[in-house]
């Protein structure tokens, strides 16, 4: 759906900008290729952030694991507290 909205988007914008040639419609297209470039860098960022998150949550679980216990998680093979 969101590649729809972007496809969609994209083409009215260079339709839009043709009637000033070439150049009109790529600066017509800019908008909506700015906002796909920063919607995508904003994943990218909350990506890192979870996946961040997640590494400190394993390492906080492993970092508690008894000697003498398993390890607590899949992430704690062979660490022992």
Do not use: F, K
Not at 16 to 45: F, S
Not at 48 to 71: H, I, Y
């Amino acid at each position: 759906m969101l590649g729809l909205g972007i496809a969609a988007t994209l083409s009215a914008n260079v339709v839009h900008g043709l009637g000033q040639g070439v150049t009109g419609a790529v600066v017509a297209a800019w908008p909506a290729v700015a906002l796909v470039g920063a919607y995508e860098l904003l994943m990218m960022i909350i990506r890192s952030a979870q996946e961040s998150a997640e590494a400190t949550a394993v390492a906080a679980t492993c970092a508690g694991a008894r000697a003498d216990a398993p390890p607590a998680g899949a992430g704690c093979a062979g660490v022992r507290g």
